[in-house]
């Protein structure tokens, strides 16, 4: 059996390479191989789970110096039918790419928001008067380096391998480490011996919005967890995107949502929320364990 898998393309992408990683992880304990396939976004990755293109979709969630990933999260939101399996580390090394001979012959710099939001220390040292130029990826501007000699891309080592392209600089993320977490997804109904979280879940990812925006709104459903002793690993807002000033809220959960705590809790949190969506319970595999 082969499974079909989105993730953030062209090919040399971190989530590529957090879907081959996987892959190699997957086929370990399963014997199961893959197909990549790589969208054009985030968005349109797990788009294309929803839409039953593909069978899995591997997206960025967390970067360890950036924070979290918002069209990912927008995404899980909006899309009804998702379901997280796995949650993967994985340390993040940039690289500047480049066939310019040297970094002041350099006049732009293009790579993914995040990227370059991660090498703001080093660019503004050494780079203080390129233009920032973000993309859809990290690697949809390596086509264009050979051609135009004043351009740079910050990408992976693996990346610069697969163009055939040098590096000009090495390891230039502001933090050693640095490290994104990636979420594999599938829809929610999908049922299959590659189906593994929940055989050793850590923890559970949820989202709700909350009836109004009134004093203790978000107290109340955070007290649920409290009270039942559940440690929150992560808590983040974003708007609802219906009015200025109203929030969604996801949280993860240092717990597995078949416990009967967790089942305790979720019934007492429908209480006092409007919208509650649970992404499921998982496991998370730093990237030693499947290297």
């Known amino acids: 059996m082969s499974l079909s898998i989105a993730h953030l393309g062209p090919p040399g992408t971190y989530a590529e390479q957090a879907t081959v990683?996987?892959?190699d992880w997957l086929t370990q304990q399963t014997g199961l191989e893959a197909l990549l396939c790589p969208y054009p976004s985030i968005a349109q990755s797990l788009e294309a789970v929803a839409a039953g293109e593909t069978q899995l979709a591997v997206v960025p969630v967390e970067n360890s110096i950036e924070g979290s990933v918002t069209m990912t999260m927008d995404a899980l939101w909006q899309l009804d039918n998702l379901q997280i399996q796995l949650a993967l580390v994985m340390p993040i090394t940039h690289m500047l790419i480049s066939c310019a001979h040297r970094l002041d012959a350099i006049k732009t710099v293009y790579s993914h928001p995040q990227a370059l939001a991660q090498c703001q220390g080093w660019l503004g040292e050494f780079l203080p008067t390129?233009?920032?130029?973000?993309?859809?990826?990290?690697?949809?501007?390596?086509?264009?380096?050979k051609q135009d000699l004043t351009a740079a891309a910050i990408?992976?080592?693996?990346?610069?391998?697969?163009?055939?392209?040098?590096?000009?600089?090495?390891?230039?993320?502001?933090?050693?480490?640095?490290?994104?977490?990636?979420?594999?997804?599938?829809?929610?109904?999908?049922?299959?011996?590659?189906?593994?979280?929940?055989?050793?879940?850590t923890h559970t990812s949820i989202a709700f919005s909350v009836p109004a925006n009134i004093p203790g709104a978000l107290l109340k459903p955070l007290q649920v967890f409290a009270e039942l002793g559940i440690n929150l690993s992560r808590i983040e807002s974003r708007p609802t995107k219906r009015s200025l000033g109203e929030y969604l809220f996801f949280i993860d959960l240092e717990a597995d949502v078949n416990t009967t705590k967790?089942?305790?809790?979720?019934?007492?949190l429908t209480t006092h929320t409007e919208i509650l969506k649970i992404f499921g319970s998982y496991p998370v595999l730093p990237i030693d364990i499947i290297d």
């Open 21 to 23: 990683l996987y892959v």
């Open 155 to 201: 990408a992976s080592s693996r990346a610069a391998q697969l163009y055939n392209l040098p590096i000009l600089a090495k390891t230039i993320n502001d933090y050693p480490e640095n490290c994104t977490r990636f979420l594999v997804v599938s829809q929610d109904n999908l049922v299959s011996e590659y189906q593994i979280a929940s055989k050793n879940a």
């Open 262 to 268: 967790m089942q305790s809790a979720l019934a007492e």
């Open 130 to 145: 390129v233009q920032l130029i973000p993309s859809n990826s990290t690697t949809e501007a390596l086509k264009i380096l």
